[in-house]
């Protein structure tokens, strides 16, 4: 299995498929959930979000998936592009609290 | 104007120094942040400010001491730091704390201590 704080797990893909991050939450009582983008030297970028009222959001090009039951979220990229490259990460923010975000996955494009 | 902006952008310190980091948003934002960001992890929340007040300090050391001196400019002022506190320092901004909005960062400051 990962090794916890290691190494950012990874996905590769080749341009023009479907992307699919996931994302597993720790607090049952989150009810705001963002994916952010980090391109190498940059500040995290807000990609799209959901309350905990959906279960499904799509934006330009991404979808996002909210699982409550057994705490999961996904981030789906339509037609992935080299632009993509980038860390990603999932952060939750339980009712009243700050955001804390997720571990994070690198996803690599190959032209 | 939904921009952050963080000077200076890199920064090399010594362990005796005394530095600051400084943070500026226009969008009207009641909320500022900063995050630690270590090589390959996500971003730690340190402190948060609301309306100017602190209101959350997440034990963070006494060598980082930040300031909100007024809504639109964040500092975070640094004395006598550790190698270890070399990382990636991210002030962000939301509407409001208390969950529920996005955090708008700005491209951070990349911290080296000697």
């Known amino acids: 299995g990962e090794s916890v704080g290691l190494h950012l797990p990874t996905l590769s893909v080749q341009e023009g498929d479907n992307s699919i991050i996931n994302c597993a939450y720790s607090n049952s009582a989150s009810d705001y959930f963002i994916w952010y983008k980090q391109e190498s030297g940059k500040g995290p970028q807000f990609i799209i979000d959901?309350?905990?009222?959906?279960d499904k959001r799509q934006g330009q090009r991404v979808t996002v998936l909210l699982n409550k039951t057994v705490k999961h979220l996904s981030l789906q990229i339509a037609a992935t592009q080299p632009g993509d490259s980038a860390v990603y990460f999932c952060?939750?923010?339980?009712?009243?609290?700050?955001?804390?975000f997720g571990a994070g996955t690198r996803l690599t494009v190959k032209p | 104007d939904t921009e952050v902006t963080q000077t200076p952008k890199h920064l090399v310190m010594g362990m005796t120094n005394k530095k600051s980091l400084k943070c500026e948003q226009h969008m009207g934002h009641r909320a500022m942040y900063w995050y630690k960001q270590k090589a390959k992890k996500p971003p730690e929340l340190m402190f948060v400010?609301?309306?100017?007040?602190?209101?959350i300090n997440e034990s963070v050391p006494s060598r980082f001491s930040p300031e909100c001196p007024n809504s639109s400019l964040l500092n975070l002022h640094l004395h006598a730091l550790q190698p270890e506190d070399s990382a990636l320092y991210l002030c962000?901004?939301?509407?409001?704390?208390?969950?529920?909005?996005?955090?708008?960062f700005g491209s951070g400051t990349q911290l080296s201590v000697l």
């Open positions: 959901i309350r905990s009222n959906m």
């Open positions: 962000a901004s939301s509407s409001r704390t208390g969950g529920g909005e996005k955090l708008f």
């Open positions: 400010y609301s309306y100017e007040k602190l209101s």
């Open positions: 952060a939750e923010t339980p009712y009243g609290n700050d955001m804390r």
